[in-house]
């Protein structure tokens, strides 16, 4: 009489529920890194916004010429706001501006709009975005959506 080799019934059904059971702890933790990545994202658009704005606003005033529009950002001219006052130096929120002054947007889109200007990703995200102040030259990101 041989013996018979194999898996019974309940080692196989106890297998495929500890199976089951990670795969549902497991699936939310992955889908839940789509939005850990997109909020990253957001976080490095912002403080190369925040770091572009302060470049520029530092290399309009270093020039000390009030009447000035632009300011020089390595041999590239960023229209600026110009004057003297608390504010003075930080790059437009315009495609000439802040757009410049960041020099790469990619998966990334522009709006430009008054004194704000807002980067949506490539495939927009409602409440997943950074808008730029022209008027405190800081980015302020909205996650909410992601």
């Known amino acids: 009489m041989q013996k018979a080799k194999g898996f019974t019934l309940i080692e196989?059904?106890?297998?495929?529920?500890?199976?089951?059971?990670?795969?549902?702890?497991?699936?939310?933790?992955?889908?839940?890194?789509?939005?850990?990545?997109?909020?990253?994202?957001?976080?490095?658009?912002?403080?190369?916004?925040?770091?572009?704005?302060?470049?520029?606003?530092a290399s309009y005033r270093a020039a000390n010429n009030p009447a000035a529009t632009t300011a020089d950002m390595d041999g590239t001219a960023v229209d600026v706001i110009p004057g003297t006052g608390a504010g003075n130096g930080f790059p437009k929120a315009t495609a000439a501006g802040i757009g410049t002054a960041v020099r790469t947007l990619q998966g990334f889109t522009a709006a430009y709009a008054g004194t704000t200007a807002t980067f949506d990703f490539t495939t927009a995200i409602a409440n997943c975005n950074v808008i730029y102040s022209e008027t405190t030259g800081t980015a302020t990101i909205t996650n909410t959506g992601c």
């Open 12 to 57: 196989l059904i106890i297998v495929i529920v500890i199976i089951g059971i990670l795969a549902a702890i497991a699936i939310p933790r992955f889908i839940n890194q789509a939005s850990n990545a997109r909020k990253a994202a957001l976080s490095g658009l912002a403080g190369g916004l925040n770091s572009a704005a302060s470049l520029a606003a």
